[in-house]
């Protein structure tokens, strides 16, 4: 961004009119007050100089508003039908041969977001250890599987056609792929994120910051469905990025060496302490509990479920060309069950 702080001034206004409007839940006279207020503050903005940046923000701020009561004014939209992926992929799975008696229907869950064929003692597991994030669909999962599909267009090279090729493929992979699990809030706001990073890094004149990302990211999202603020997994999504955003950095420097395990270890702690704190008090809100031992959960949890995507999506793209050797699917399997058993001995605790 080449201005760090105007993207910010822009969405914050913005995310605040939006809550402030679903707050109130009245979209008619809500619309009515805000598009006078909108045209009230658009003549102030340019009627004098000296309020112009107050009038900006006030202006964003009920252009939010405007927008949630729009959208809350066409009804509920419909929500999309099956994915034929998904169902293949689902068949795939179920067709492979993973060892393990829940094996299958958590990697269902871990790729697809389907936790139909769960068992209630497997989701039990999950909410205790405070591990029900692994789940749900979220960047975590999306993010796996575009670093992934990056490592595997690496041997392409790095001139520009080559970097255009490689943005194009993995931005219309992410797309894809968060369309076909469902579109969930936390899918959306990650393909956002991989689709105003992959476009700024063909912007080299611009400064690029985690904090503009995200505000970039919020706006647009808000601006395509301003009922999203009213979801848990939005709510959830972003406050646990503005951990990673803002507190996260700080976390890490703490550890005074640079490389090593140790390193990894602390990171994957700061990273889960720099969640938890924005997190906590929204799911309380929500959900009425709080994982006791998440730290203990993401440093186990967290690293095994890194390695189980992608290593489950490669052993099921050669297992459908019929090339997969044996291993790979007792590896996945195996690894599955080993998450399973750490969850459950720390939901025992």
């Known amino acids: 961004m080449k201005n760090k702080s105007g993207i910010i001034l822009v969405s914050l206004p913005f995310a605040a009119g939006v809550s402030a409007a679903a707050l109130l839940s009245r979209p008619y006279p809500c619309a009515i007050v805000c598009s ?26 009920a252009l939010g508003a405007l927008c949630w009561c729009t959208d809350a004014l066409r009804g509920v939209p419909v929500k999309p039908g099956s994915s034929p992926a998904m169902d293949y992929l689902c068949r795939r799975i179920d067709g492979a041969g993973f060892p393990g008696e829940h094996s299958a229907a958590i990697l269902k869950a871990l790729l697809t977001g389907r936790r139909s064929a769960l068992d209630r003692s497997v989701v039990e597991i999950f909410r205790k250890s405070g591990a029900s994030h692994i789940l749900a669909l979220s960047g ?10 990056r490592r595997l267009l690496s041997p392409i090279g790095n001139s520009l056609a080559a970097r255009v090729i490689k943005s194009v493929i993995t931005v219309s992979f992410s797309a894809f792929y968060a369309f076909a699990t469902g579109a969930s809030p936390s899918i959306i706001r990650a393909l956002l994120f991989i689709s105003i990073n992959e476009a700024a890094s063909f912007c080299p004149g611009r400064e690029r910051t985690a904090l503009g990302t995200f505000c970039a990211a919020l706006t647009l999202q808000l601006i395509l469905n301003p009922g999203y603020i009213s ?38 702690a700061a990273l889960s302490i720099s969640c938890q704190l ?24 967290m690293p095994l479920t890194g390695l189980i995507i992608p290593l489950a999506a490669g052993s099921l793209a050669l297992d459908a060309a019929g090339i997969c050797p044996p291993v790979l699917i007792r590896a996945c399997g195996v690894m599955v069950q080993c ?8 939901a025992s605790i």
């Open 140 to 149: 975590l999962h999306l993010g796996v599987l575009y670093l992934l599909v």
């Open 339 to 346: 998450l399973e058993f750490c969850l459950e001995t720390i």
């Open 36 to 61: 006078c207020a909108a045209a009230l503050l658009f003549y102030l903005c340019f009627k004098d100089g000296k309020r112009r940046a107050a009038g900006l923000y006030a202006l964003f701020f």
């Open 231 to 268: 979801s848990a997994g939005f709510q959830l999504s972003y406050l646990a990025m503005t951990g990673i955003t803002l507190v996260y950095p700080y976390l890490e420097q703490w550890y005074p060496g640079r490389r090593g395990p140790l390193k990894r270890v602390w990171q994957c």
């Open 278 to 301: 924005f997190t906590a008090p929204v799911a309380w809100a929500h959900f009425h509990s709080f994982p006791k031992y998440f730290l203990i959960t993401n440093l186990l949890a």
